[in-house]
């Protein structure tokens, strides 16, 4: 087995890095010596000098390894046997030092952004800016954008992740450091009340140290949802209603005359408390908890800036002639306040009947209540009618100034959050619907032995089922636990819908799904509770059905169960109903697990050109799904890029996106950040709709099919690791955290759908996140290597021709550059020396030499590959944002995987010892905020 010190195992990162410009980088580079430098001093103040020396030790040590001037060895010494109540501060520290070197590296990316504006400077791809002029050259037509854009979306879906687990207290007191280190930024010394900006980061940084990062019990889903709503006080609120206004009004101002994006484009939407797949802790009291918390915080938010607007709206009838409207508003206000103000009367009567809402909807109340026996509002959009008057009423006074402030944010928030906040999406895996539904024709006496049945026969049985509107349940039905908790989920989310309207509970998503029945089943489910009928000449169903395809064969045989599904003349009513639209969901993280990278990115790309296909002969609008993590390995990577790499035909001016875990925070825990992307995500999107961004035009053919035979390849070699080499779910299990993560409190949900030994039924976030914490990354570039290799040996012409079909194929098509793009990334984050430390913890020799030594080998092959193609020595040459923090952070990484192998070492002997468990938690945090996409 080859050894730490083997070339071959040194950090990327390690590897000429001196392009990377120092000048350009300084001020960032200061920021960071400020942070640890007012962190060493809370540590040694705090927790004493040899603690202090130890992380100062280890700080030095890391800087010396990545220098090559000590073995690697000798680092991991200074650890053996330490003292856990030694361990644990240290660890603390270089975790603290991860989130403080996140604010620093966000900041200076507003800095660097900044310079570019002043400087003149064109504006960069991924903004609207730049989009703006892209569509501005193409000269469109208003006919074919507004077609286009039809129903346009783009939605991001928080999911919940067992990485992020940080308190909501570590969340708030980072925010102010982020603020603070802007005004620093800015050239400030003092804040606004005339503090000294120094002082107040010491104070932070020491709530910060006092604080714990983690919590000691086990999370549970009522956290996760707590987790996920409170990004939209941070952020969400204040930049989704801004981005959506400013992107209408400049389509508008393009294309006049079209009433292009009359629904708001960015609609957030949550898996939290809803996806059930492998989860019993999501029962329908988490479903109306989830639900209901979102309604709770957008109702919040409405009256808190109801009630400012009233103090601000202070404009006298003695002074201003208001509108018909408005005086009908403030005369319905039966208090005797303000008499010559008719704005706050008007605000006060809004405010009243919102709180009757809030009384008649919520099971909790919210602040800033204000009763006056109005009657409450049916639906947002009679809010949305009376803050629209308030805006006429205030323009024809020339108040247009004002109407453009407070009172547009809330108009447009309104507009796009509704009463519901966000989408929350159901999820459950195919095989129990099947056991579900089986009982309740059984019980019904359709029919006694569903599972029996072929596809054919199950799917007549099924149709002709949707088809009555005879209930299968009486209310004396006798159900296993199973079925009845099915059914009380989707019970919930009528309850979700009646209270809070049909965007409360968009979309049923069923995972594995794998033939029209699967389909069909969840349609039987839906029918039950009142969410489905398709009985008459209208159908109703408010809730789409997504059929998520997750597996390799599974994504090759979308494009026909989707066919098959719209030749159903009833499930094509429904499909009639929703607009004519369908979303397919694509699972990235599954068919990778199954696969290897190359092969599921390829498998994916295959079946968004199928899909596409299918979608324009029926004429339906196809709307995709993509389930990606924060990994490479999930999917993950750039999402501008992204978007651009998908096929033609496959945006079609719609796109939903799950986020997961540190990457939620990475994207969206401040205004700026959410700003970026949700710009990120809007512009990739019009220009994936409007433009031509394959590119490939005469030669796409021949270059699918390079691409059918690498990835095949790729495969090939990828299960012959993973699935075909003996022990290997062994030495993953010993070489990884794995099996912490399923016995340790992270997340809410098992790490596995069932107990198994199987890959196959692990799930895909641990299986990535373990990879990940070993910094082996394997799920992010394995088999690639391999594959290209044999390829570019395999043809009838010469090597250098077939060298030079990659190397076009990299300079041409988005997809195959993201590919490689991002594969980059993966590999420049791995470090197969630190790797080579947990794989001392597989105590068989010979496995361990056989598996890791493959593993070495291919990481080797594929670093060369990735140059051959590119033509770039270095991995980062195209991500300078990823080089410099891989420069400037990654030796502090160092000190906590070797924390993490000693701990796990101690536990796997038997230590019971309960600060070595909590600190290989710590340790898991620590290194996942580093990473910042590690599952």
Same mark, same amino acid.
């Given at each position: 087995m080859?050894?730490a010190?083997?070339?071959?195992?040194?950090?990327?990162?390690?590897?000429?890095?001196?392009?990377?410009?120092?000048?350009?980088?300084?001020?960032?580079?200061?920021?960071?010596?400020?942070?640890?430098?007012?962190?060493?001093?809370?540590?040694?103040?705090?927790?004493?000098?040899e603690?202090?020396?130890?992380?100062?030790?280890?700080?030095?040590?890391?800087?010396?390894?990545?220098?090559?001037?000590?073995?690697?060895a000798?680092?991991?010494?200074?650890?053996?046997?330490?003292?856990?109540?030694?361990?644990?501060?240290?660890?603390?520290?270089?975790?603290?030092?991860?989130?403080?070197?996140?604010?620093?590296?966000?900041?200076?990316?507003?800095?660097?952004?900044?310079?570019?504006?002043?400087?003149? !400077?064109?504006?960069?791809?991924?903004?609207?800016?730049?989009?703006?002029?892209?569509?501005?050259?193409?000269?469109l037509?208003?006919?074919?954008?507004?077609?286009?854009?039809?129903?346009?979306?783009?939605s991001?879906?928080?999911t919940?992740?067992?990485?992020?687990?940080r308190?909501?207290?570590?969340?708030?007191?980072?925010?102010?450091?982020?603020q603070?280190?802007?005004?620093?930024?800015e050239?400030?010394?003092?804040?606004?009340?005339?503090?000294?900006?120094?002082?107040?980061?010491?104070?932070?940084?020491?709530?910060?140290?006092?604080?714990a990062?983690?919590?000691?019990?086990?999370?549970?889903?009522?956290d996760?949802?707590?987790?996920?709503?409170?990004?939209?006080?941070?952020?969400?609120?204040?930049?989704?209603?801004?981005?959506?206004?400013?992107?209408?009004?400049?389509?508008?101002?393009?294309?006049?005359?079209t009433?292009?994006?009359?629904?708001?484009?960015?609609?957030?939407?949550?898996?939290?408390?809803?996806?059930?797949?492998?989860?019993?802790?999501v029962?329908?009291?988490?479903?109306?908890?989830?639900?209901?918390?979102?309604?709770?915080?957008?109702?919040?938010?409405?009256?808190?800036?109801?009630?400012?607007? !009233?103090?601000?709206?202070?404009?006298?009838?003695?002074l201003?002639?208001?509108?018909?409207?408005?005086?009908?508003?403030?005369?319905?206000?039966?208090?005797?306040?303000?008499?010559?103000?008719?704005?706050?009367?008007?605000?006060?009567?809004?405010?009243?009947?919102?709180?009757?809402?809030?009384?008649?909807?919520?099971?909790?109340?919210?602040?800033?209540?204000?009763?006056?026996?109005?009657?409450?509002?049916?639906?947002?959009?009679?809010?949305?009618?009376?803050?629209?008057?308030?805006?006429?009423?205030?323009?024809?006074?020339?108040g247009?100034?004002?109407?453009?402030?407070?009172?547009?944010?809330?108009?447009?928030?309104?507009?796009?959050?509704?009463?519901?906040?966000?989408?929350?999406?159901?999820?459950?895996?195919?095989?129990?619907?099947?056991?579900?539904?089986?009982?309740?024709?059984?019980?019904?006496?359709?029919?006694?032995?569903?599972?029996?049945?072929?596809?054919?026969?199950?799917?007549?049985?099924?149709?002709?089922?949707?088809?009555?509107?005879?209930?299968?349940?009486?209310?004396?039905?006798?159900?296993?636990?199973?079925?009845?908790?099915?059914?009380?989920?989707?019970?919930?989310?009528?309850?979700?819908?009646?209270?809070?309207?049909?965007?409360?509970?968009?979309?049923?998503?069923?995972?594995?799904?794998?033939?029209?029945?699967?389909?069909?089943?969840?349609?039987?489910?839906?029918?039950?509770?009142?969410?489905?009928?398709?009985?008459?000449?209208?159908?109703?169903?408010?809730?789409?059905?997504?059929?998520?395809?997750?597996?390799?064969?599974?994504?090759?045989?979308?494009?026909?169960?989707?066919?098959?599904?719209?030749?159903?003349p009833?499930?094509?009513?429904?499909?009639?109903?929703?607009?004519?639209?369908?979303?397919?969901?694509?699972?990235?993280?599954d068919?990778?697990?199954?696969?290897?990278?190359?092969?599921a990115?390829?498998?994916?790309?295959?079946?968004?050109?199928?899909?596409?296909?299918?979608?324009?002969?029926?004429?339906?609008?196809?709307?995709l799904?993509?389930?990606?993590?924060?990994?490479?390995?999930?999917?993950?990577g750039?999402?501008?890029?992204?978007?651009?790499?998908?096929?033609?035909?496959?945006?079609?001016?719609?796109?939903?996106?799950?986020?997961?875990?540190?990457?939620?925070?990475?994207?969206?825990?401040?205004?700026?950040?959410?700003?970026?992307?949700?710009?990120?995500?809007?512009?990739?999107?019009?220009?994936?709709?409007?433009?031509?961004?394959?590119?490939?035009?005469?030669?796409a053919?021949?270059?699918?099919?390079?691409?059918?035979?690498?990835?095949?390849?790729?495969?090939?070699?990828?299960?012959?690791?993973?699935?075909?080499?003996?022990?290997?779910?062994?030495?993953?299990?010993?070489?990884?955290?794995?099996? !912490?993560?399923?016995?340790?409190?992270?997340?809410?949900?098992?790490?596995?759908?069932?107990?198994?030994?199987?890959?196959?039924?692990?799930?895909?976030?641990p299986?990535?996140?373990?990879?990940?914490?070993?910094?082996?990354?394997?799920?992010?570039?394995?088999?690639?290597?391999?594959?290209?290799?044999?390829?570019?040996?395999?043809?009838?012409?010469?090597?250098?021709?077939?060298?030079?079909?990659?190397?076009?194929?990299?300079?041409?098509?988005?997809?195959?550059?993201?590919?490689?793009?991002?594969?980059?990334?993966?590999?420049?984050?791995?470090?197969?020396?630190?790797?080579?430390?947990?794989?001392?913890?597989?105590?068989?020799?010979?496995?361990?030499?056989?598996?890791?030594?493959?593993?070495?080998?291919?990481?080797?092959?594929?670093?060369?590959?990735?140059?051959?193609?590119?033509?770039?020595?270095?991995?980062?040459?195209?991500?300078?944002?990823?080089?410099?923090?891989?420069?400037?952070?990654?030796?502090?990484?160092?000190?906590l995987?070797?924390?993490?192998?000693?701990?796990?070492r101690?536990?796997?002997?038997?230590?019971?010892?309960?600060?070595?468990?909590?600190?290989?938690?710590?340790?898991?945090?620590?290194?996942?905020?580093?990473?910042?996409?590690?599952?």
């Open positions: 080859a050894e010190s083997d070339p071959a195992l040194e950090p990327i990162g390690a590897v000429q890095r001196t392009q990377v410009g120092r000048k350009a980088t300084e001020p960032m580079r200061a920021d960071i010596r400020l942070l640890g430098t007012i962190l060493g001093d809370t540590v040694r103040e705090q927790n004493g000098d603690v202090f020396d130890l992380v100062e030790r280890a700080r030095v040590e890391a800087f010396r390894v990545r220098r090559s001037e000590i073995d690697r000798q680092m991991s010494a200074m650890f053996d046997g330490i003292d856990i109540h030694l361990a644990i501060p240290i660890i603390r520290a270089f975790s603290h030092f991860a989130l403080l070197a996140n604010v620093a590296e966000d900041i200076h990316r507003e800095r660097r952004r900044g310079i570019h504006v002043e400087a003149g !400077e064109p504006p960069q791809d991924s903004s609207l800016a730049a989009t703006y002029a892209k569509l501005d050259r193409a000269e037509d208003s006919a074919t954008v507004t077609d286009a854009l039809r129903g346009a979306l783009v991001p879906v928080i919940a992740h067992p990485t992020e687990t308190r909501r207290t570590v969340f708030v007191t980072q925010h102010r450091i982020t603070l280190m802007r005004l620093r930024a050239g400030h010394s003092e804040t606004d009340d005339g503090r000294s900006i120094e002082l107040e980061l010491r104070r932070q940084v020491l709530t910060l140290w006092q604080t990062l983690i919590r000691l019990s086990r999370l549970k889903i009522s996760e949802i707590a987790v996920g709503l409170r990004y939209y006080p941070a952020a969400l609120f204040e930049v989704i209603p801004k981005v959506n206004a400013e992107v209408r009004e400049a389509l508008r101002a393009r294309w006049p005359g009433e292009l994006l009359a629904e708001p484009i960015v609609r957030p939407g949550s898996w939290i408390g809803g996806d059930r797949d492998g989860n019993p802790n029962t329908a009291e988490v479903v109306r908890l989830a639900t209901g918390s979102a309604a709770f915080t957008a109702l919040s938010r409405y009256l808190a800036e109801l009630t400012d607007l !009233e103090q601000e709206l202070s404009m006298s009838a003695r201003v002639t208001v509108t018909a409207e408005v005086t009908a508003l403030a005369d319905a206000c039966p208090d005797g306040v303000h008499l010559d103000e008719p704005y706050r009367r008007a605000l006060r009567a809004i405010r009243a009947r919102l709180t009757a809402t809030a009384a008649q909807i919520l099971d909790e109340q919210p602040q800033h209540r204000l009763d006056l026996g109005l009657p409450p509002y049916d639906a947002p959009a009679e809010l949305g009618a009376d803050l629209d008057a308030i805006d006429v009423s205030l323009r024809t006074h020339g247009a100034l004002i109407a453009d402030d407070r009172l547009a944010l809330l108009r447009e928030g309104v507009g796009v959050f509704g009463f519901h906040l966000s989408g929350l999406d159901l999820r459950q895996n195919s095989e129990v619907h099947e056991q579900v539904i089986a009982e309740l024709l059984a019980w019904a006496g359709v029919h006694p032995d569903y599972a029996s049945l072929s596809e054919d026969e199950r799917v007549e049985l099924l149709a002709a089922e949707l088809g009555t509107r005879r209930p299968l349940l009486s209310d004396r039905a006798r159900l296993s636990e199973l079925a009845h908790q099915e059914l009380s989920v989707v019970e919930a989310a009528a309850h979700a819908v009646a209270r809070y309207g049909p965007a409360a509970v968009p979309n049923y998503v069923i995972s594995m799904c794998q033939s029209v029945s699967d389909v069909l089943e969840a349609a039987i489910l839906l029918k039950e509770v009142g969410l489905l009928d398709v009985s008459n000449s209208e159908p109703y169903t408010p809730v789409g059905i997504s059929p998520l395809f997750e597996t390799i064969d599974d994504l090759r045989n979308g494009a026909a169960i989707l066919h098959a599904m719209l030749e159903l009833l499930y094509r009513a429904l499909v009639t109903a929703r607009g004519d639209s369908q979303e397919v969901m694509l699972g990235y993280s068919s990778n697990k199954d696969g290897g990278y190359l092969a990115s390829w498998a994916v790309y295959q079946a968004e050109l199928a899909l596409a296909e299918v979608a324009r002969k029926t004429g339906i609008r196809l709307r799904f993509h389930g990606r993590g924060g990994t490479v390995g999930r999917g993950g750039p999402s501008y890029q992204a978007i651009l790499a998908q096929p033609p035909g496959a945006v079609n001016g719609s796109l939903r996106l799950t986020e997961q875990g540190e990457i939620i925070a990475a994207k969206y825990a401040e205004p700026e950040l959410a700003r970026r992307n949700l710009e990120s995500l809007v512009a990739a999107t019009l220009e994936s709709t409007l433009l031509d961004v394959e590119g490939l035009g005469d030669i053919e021949p270059a699918y099919a390079v691409l059918d035979e690498v990835a095949a390849l790729a495969h090939r070699d990828y299960r012959e690791l993973v699935h075909d080499t003996p022990g290997f779910v062994e030495y993953f299990k010993a070489s990884t955290p794995v099996s !912490e993560i399923g016995s340790l409190n992270i997340g809410s949900r098992p790490s596995s759908r069932k107990p198994t030994e199987s890959i196959a039924d692990l799930r895909a976030i299986w990535v996140l373990a990879w990940s914490q070993s910094r082996v990354m394997l799920p992010g570039w394995y088999g690639t290597g391999s594959a290209f290799e044999q390829w570019i040996a395999a043809g009838p012409e010469s090597e250098s021709d077939r060298v030079e079909i990659l190397h076009e194929l990299y300079e041409r098509w988005p997809f195959f550059r993201s590919v490689l793009s991002n594969m980059a990334q993966v590999l420049a984050k791995s470090d197969l020396g630190l790797a080579a430390r947990y794989a001392e913890l597989v105590s068989d020799e010979a496995l361990r030499r056989r598996v890791f030594d493959k593993i070495v080998d291919e990481h080797r092959r594929t670093i060369a590959m990735h140059k051959l193609i590119t033509g770039h020595d270095d991995l980062l040459a195209d991500n300078p944002a990823l080089a410099r923090s891989v420069f400037n952070r990654f030796p502090y990484l160092e000190p995987n070797h924390l993490q192998v000693e701990l796990l101690r536990y796997r002997s038997g230590d019971d010892d309960e600060l070595v468990q909590r600190g290989i938690l710590l340790t898991m945090n620590g290194l996942a905020s580093a990473l910042r996409n590690s599952g």
